[in-house]
């Protein structure tokens, strides 16, 4: 799956996701997407998420912010590939960050580990992360930014035109004026007007 703005990331991780599979070896670091509220990063890890269970991994899902786990990929069980997805990191209490990287340091370093590890949170999450454990200086940070103008009006014009419909140009740039990148606002606004 591919949505505006973001097939950078989206390839990036989808990178991260062959690598893995085909060596059987763990990712040499997590992947930290980390952005303000609103540009799509529970989004982009949902969708990272679906492209590593098509591709045949278990996942597992961390949100911080409820302290919740869920875990899919039952069919393929045995497999030994596993992609931990978690979400909200800016939220976890210090020693769970600990915890947590401190494990995936010692999976990284263990022979024949099939692990890639995407974590998500707000711009601060880097030194959080790194307060907790130094180790997490070693982790791959990758800053979601708004989305330019031409993805912002890609993200109200596809769709719309789908469904037939048109945005008159006045009302579209209004969107993108008030919207400033933001995908959350973007949606939020597009549907509004639907």
């Known amino acids: ?97 600990r915890t947590v990287a401190t494990a995936v340091q010692d999976l990284i370093q263990t022979p024949r580990t099939p692990l890639v590890v995407f974590l998500a949170g707000l711009p601060e999450t880097p030194e959080v992360l790194i307060s907790a454990n130094s180790f997490a200086e070693r982790f791959d940070y990758l800053p979601v930014p708004r989305l330019t103008v031409d993805a912002a009006h890609r993200v109200l014009l596809d769709p719309a035109l789908d469904l037939g419909v048109r945005w008159a140009p006045p009302a579209l740039q209004e969107v993108v004026t008030v919207a400033a990148g933001n995908p959350f606002m973007l949606q939020s606004s597009g549907m509004s007007r639907g």
């Open 1 to 97: 799956m591919m949505f505006a703005g973001r097939g950078a990331q989206v390839q990036r991780a989808e990178r991260m996701l062959a690598a893995v599979a085909n060596s059987g070896a763990a990712a040499p670091a997590p992947m930290v997407i980390t952005g303000p509220r609103g540009v799509g990063k529970t989004v982009l890890l949902q969708v990272i998420r679906d492209e590593a269970v098509r591709r045949g991994f278990e996942t597992a899902v961390i949100l911080f912010d409820t302290r919740e786990w869920q875990s899919s990929g039952a069919g393929v069980r045995g497999r030994g590939r596993v992609a931990v997805f978690i979400d909200e990191v800016h939220e976890a209490p210090v020693d769970d960050l």
